[in-house]
């Protein structure tokens, strides 16, 4: 299947990079390559764009988009947790920007034998990365069922989560549960009838829980953001798009800390951690998706883009 992903908060992302001709930008999760065209679009021949993704897939299609900007970008099969030392090693100690587009591709959901999707049948896979030992069949049949349980609380925050956990354990003593099918049968079985009827999929909360904890996307995040906030010249921009209420929270409280750092008691009146602001939080609220974006992609309906600027001060 040809890798088609439609960006979303194009215009939004890119205005908020406040993009120099000459700068040094990263897309750290560079998908299809969406949004990596039209940064590179707006660079000279002296600037370049370093796009980066776990999914050898995601390069092959996104080195297809950009090649008539050849010069101007260089593409890495690596995780954006390892932002600084990807700059570092293409002789960069700064940059003038970065782009997160989180989560899972139209194109992975889309690609069937994945295992991504709860709408399609294939075994359970759910890798961004193809050479990760761990996939979704791995969970569901060798997590002990308290594991499983808390993944799919903490990171689905789905309120069955303990009673699908059980069903889980309790089918996986007879059969290994092996297909998308199989664990959506477990799910609605789990989640009774009255839940079913009102709210999305029974099975979508559960799916992303496991998602994340194959792709150990949340537990990076946060280091990342650092990293990146690090690398970043002052006036340097940091764009990050979400897709769920977890990635938000953390990319929020995130900008917080770093905007303000301060650990002193609050009764002392003055500072003495020395402790300073590294960012500017640029969107106060996370800007969402326009009538018109949601018209054209349904699957922009839960992105949310959070932008700071770096400071002049030092860590």
């Given amino acids: 299947m040809e890798f088609s992903h439609t960006p979303v908060l194009l215009h939004e992302a890119i ?9 040094i930008y990263i897309d750290g999760a560079i998908g299809g390559g969406g949004h990596a065209y039209q940064i590179v679009r707006c660079l000279s021949p002296r600037g370049l764009l370093i796009g980066i993704d776990r999914d050898v897939s995601a390069l092959e299609a996104s080195g297809k988009k950009l090649k008539e900007f050849e010069k101007s970008f ?41 295992g991504f999707s709860y709408m399609q049948n294939a075994r359970l896979d759910m890798r961004m990365d193809r050479n990760n030992a761990v996939t979704a069949e791995t969970i569901v049949n060798e997590w002990p069922e308290n594991d499983i349980a ?30 998308t099918f ?15 009827r009102e709210g999305p999929h029974p099975a979508k909360r559960t799916f992303q829980a496991i998602r994340i904890a194959v792709n150990n996307e949340l537990s990076i995040l946060e280091e990342t953001i650092k ?20 990635e938000d929270r ?12 301060c650990i002193c008691p609050p009764n002392i009146p003055k500072c003495v951690c020395g402790k300073v602001p590294l960012i500017k939080i640029i969107t106060r609220k996370p800007v969402i998706a326009s009538g018109e974006e949601l018209e054209k992609n349904p699957r922009s309906r ?14």
């Fill in 15 to 23: 205005s908020n990079l406040n993009i120099k001709p000459d700068g």
């Fill in 74 to 114: 260089v593409l890495i099969n690596d995780n954006f947790s390892n932002i600084k030392v990807i700059a570092k090693g293409r002789g960069f100690n700064s940059v003038d920007g970065i782009l997160l587009d989180l989560g899972v591709s139209s194109h992975q959901l889309d690609e069937e034998e994945r």
């Fill in 150 to 179: 808390k993944i799919i609380k903490e990171y689905g925050e789905e309120r069955w989560a303990k009673r699908i956990a059980s069903f889980i354990d309790k089918e996986r003593i007879n059969r290994r549960i092996e297909t």
């Fill in 182 to 196: 199989d664990l959506v049968e477990i799910i609605k079985a789990a989640i009774p009838a009255s839940a079913r």
């Fill in 227 to 246: 990293d990146g906030v690090e690398l970043l010249k002052p006036g340097g921009r940091i764009c990050i798009i979400t897709f769920h209420s977890l």
């Fill in 250 to 261: 953390l990319v929020k409280f995130a900008f917080k800390k770093l905007e303000k750092p």
């Fill in 302 to 315: 839960s992105a949310k883009l959070r932008v700071a600027e770096r400071l002049c001060s030092n860590i």
